[in-house]
């Protein structure tokens, strides 16, 4: 069933009239408010982001509202509340009696797009609401709205319980990764990382040898982990990794500033890292697993002296930094109970952090789906727009 056979049959006929949002709705601006003057309080402060700026002890807007934040980076973003919230740098949109609140919240959810394209301002781009009133918005009787509302409320509603889902395994995840990795004393030795291997990190590749396009990504802290927005070349990429440190398959990578110790497992394609940023353990594997490395790294105590928090994980703090490593004395029993506590993880890790299996890509396809769906079920034809 195709969205407009569905919207053809609902219809059955009847017109749409297309009417500027603002002889629909109340269109008005939040009371400015700053982090000094805020009393902590529980009610979400909505401004110019995605999430709450603050929480604060009042509020001004109570009920099912739709929040457009009006400034920054985010502005445009369309939300949508059920509880007292305190509307700040931002405009609530209040449908008048013709148009429901949750019908109107998906069509303007649909034309995200659009409103940050009406972004505004020579310095911190703005979305005034003399911006959004003009925007035709398609009104059919309140009967199709309310079955518009009901299909994309199941969709966001699996997708919510998806989310809640997601949450509760990783809390799970959690909970096992920290009760395997934790052994009776005389199961257990703590090691330095010193102990179990070299520190390792590529050549310095410097500003003027790299580019926005090219052969090899070179990964920087910055994208470390993401997609690469710089490149070397191959000439220099084969003489580096031919003549100086390169990691090899399932080495553990780790950031050694900004996020310190996040890891990624390299896969062996053809990347480079940039030095002191991006390091590695260069570790024997007949006495600690690489993948394992890889799930202590994420319980490990990056600061292991004292001195308050680093901002960098220098050679001499990694070296330090202790792991514990199960039957210390008895190799083959110590690979083996590792090996046991990475499948375990393995599963775990799966289920909650791959996005070509486990519960993130189930999200997002159903995501996709709710999207599909909410641009059919709001996509009214010419031919159905009155005249």
Known sequence: MSGLSYMEKLLDGVEVEWKPLGEMAEIKRGTSITKKYVTYGEVPVIAGGRTPAYYHNAHNRVG???????SGAYAGFVSWWEQPIFVSDAFTVKPYSELLPKYCYYWLQDMQQQLHELKSGGGVPHVYPRDVAPLQIPIPPLNIQTEIVLILDAFTELTAELTAELTARRKQYNYYRDKLLSFEKEEEEWMTLGEVGEVRMCKRIFKNETSEVGDVPFYKIGTFGKEPNAYISRALFDEYRENYNYPK??????????TIGR????NGQDAYFQDSNIIWIENDEKKVLNKYLFYVYQIADWN???GGVIKRLYNDNLKKVKI??????????????????????DKFDTLTSSISEGLPREIKLRQKQYEYYRKSLLSFSKAEVAA
Do not use: N
């Open 249 to 258: 398959v399932g080495d553990i990578l780790i950031s050694a500033s900004g």
């Open 263 to 266: 890891a990624v497992i390299f």
């Open 324 to 345: 514990p490593v199960p039957y210390p004395d008895d190799p083959d029993k110590s690979l083996a109970e590792q090996a046991r506590i990475v499948t375990i993880l």
């Open 64 to 70: 099912q509202t739709i929040v457009i934040a009006g």
């Open 304 to 306: 292991p002296s004292d």
